[in-house]
Each structure stands twice: as structure tokens, then as C-alpha cells.
Nanobody
């Protein structure tokens, strides 16, 4: 059974940084593309960043230049480095293996990021 566990969230002041981690078990993470999503209260879940098996990345316009997604295949982990955080980045952040990879979506439990102004 594939499981994803996010960590690294917390409370930070505007302009600060956090690094989120997404650790996988039950599979070899490097076989899959992985996405980081976020969901703020009252809003739909949105894709923040994604990384392919080969390491190609793409970002939502709202985080370009501030967030960086990366992967460490030896640790079976994907990271989201978040710099210059803004209050509007406040959300629960989730990592995901898309349905196209396994035939079903795999989600972690999420980690809360709160940015104070």
C-alpha cells in the first residue's frame, strides 16, 4: 500500500521560509510524477508545483520564483522549499501521486502552513 506523509508545516511570519517534505512508503517514489497542492479555507484545492520522474518542474503563477520543488530519490522524498511567504500562502499543503500513475490518486494527510502578516 502506497502512503505519503507530509511534514514541515508551521507558523511563520510574512517573508519567512519553510521547507515541506513528502515521504513515500510502499513504493519507489522515483517512478512517479509528484505534485504539491494546497487548500485554503473555503477554497478549492489547487496545484502549487509538480515534478516529473525526470525532474522537470512546473509551478502555479502565484508561487513562481518563490517556491522550489525537488526530489531526493535516495530518500524517497519530495520537497517544497517555500521562500518569501505571504499571508495568502496560508493553507493545508498536500502531496499527491496522480491517478495516471497508479490508477487512483494517492494523497498524504496534509500539513498546515500559516503565514502571519
Amino acid at each position: 500500500q502506497v502512503q505519503l506523509v507530509e511534514s514541515g508545516g508551521g507558523l511563520v511570519q510574512a517573508g519567512g521560509s519553510l521547507r515541506l517534505s513528502c515521504a513515500a512508503s510502499g513504493t519507489i517514489f522515483s517512478r512517479f510524477a509528484v505534485g504539491w497542492y494546497r487548500q485554503a479555507p473555503g477554497k478549492q484545492r489547487e496545484l502549487v508545483a509538480a515534478i516529473t520522474r525526470g525532474g522537470n518542474t512546473n509551478y502555479a503563477d502565484s508561487v513562481k520564483g518563490r517556491f522550489t520543488i525537488s526530489r531526493d530519490n535516495a530518500k524517497n522524498t519530495v520537497y517544497l522549499q517555500m521562500n518569501s511567504l505571504k499571508p495568502e500562502d496560508t493553507a493545508v499543503y498536500y502531496c499527491n501521486i496522480p491517478r495516471s500513475s497508479l490508477g487512483y490518486d494517492v494523497w498524504g494527510q496534509g500539513t498546515q502552513v500559516t503565514v502571519s502578516s
